[in-house]
Every structure is written in C-alpha cells, then in structure tokens.
C-alpha cells in the first residue's frame, strides 16, 4: 500500500557528502514515521535517523548527530566516514510507534540503496 524507492547512494571519500532520496508512492497519507536505517555486510540493520511526519520531530542516533539531517522526502549526509559505508534504507510507519530505532516498527521498506566512503 506504501511504495518506496532510495536513490543517491555511491561513492564517495571521507569528509564528502550525499544525499539520499526517498520517493514515496501509495497511502501516504497514512505515514506516520520515516526512518532510515543501514546495514553493512555482516552486521545487523541499525538506526540511523527518522522524523515524525506530523510535527517533524527528528531522532538520530549518536553516531550521525550533528553531521546527517533528516527530512520527510530527504537523508543530507555531510562529513561521511568510511565507518558510515553500507546499504541504506529507507521505511515507513503506518501507525504511531514510541520506538522509532527499531526497524521492527516499519512496515514498509525500500530497496535499498549503497553508500561507499573511501579512506
């Protein structure tokens, strides 16, 4: 019912920037979160950032405050850090959850999409 697609991703060195984009499709108007998450191989899916679509309350975890900003349609990540490489995805909640780091919260994923930072 919520389609997702990311699109930004590649490579790039350390201290560069990307952003990544969300494209929404479906019952949107049902979302309550976007959130972002990654992975990287042999590691679990962790949080990364999310913002209350209502209101617009941000969370992001301790590892990319102050250099990640979230938007509704956008991820801006300045000053990347080849620990900030792996595949990045984006999901949707479509019912209010307190517990926006947990991916199990999402209903709706996208595909998926890599960032590579280079030393």
């Known amino acids: 019912q919520v389609q997702l697609v990311e699109s930004g991703g590649g490579l790039v060195q350390a201290g560069g920037s990307l952003r990544l984009s969300c494209a929404a499709s479906?019952?949107?108007?049902?979302?309550?979160?976007m959130g972002w998450f990654r992975q990287a191989p042999g590691k679990e899916r962790e949080f990364v950032a999310a913002v209350r679509w209502r209101g617009g309350t941000t969370y992001y975890a301790n590892s990319v405050k102050g250099r990640f900003t979230i938007s509704r349609d956008n991820l801006q990540m300045n000053s990347l850090k080849p620990e900030d490489t792996a595949v990045y995805y984006c999901?949707?909640?479509?019912?209010?959850?307190?517990?926006?780091?947990?991916?199990?919260?999402?209903?709706?994923w996208g595909q998926g999409t890599q960032v590579y930072v280079s030393s």
């Open positions: 999901a949707a909640d479509p019912s209010f959850h307190m517990t926006v780091m947990v991916a199990g919260a999402y209903d709706y």
């Open positions: 479906g019952r949107t108007s049902s979302v309550y979160t």
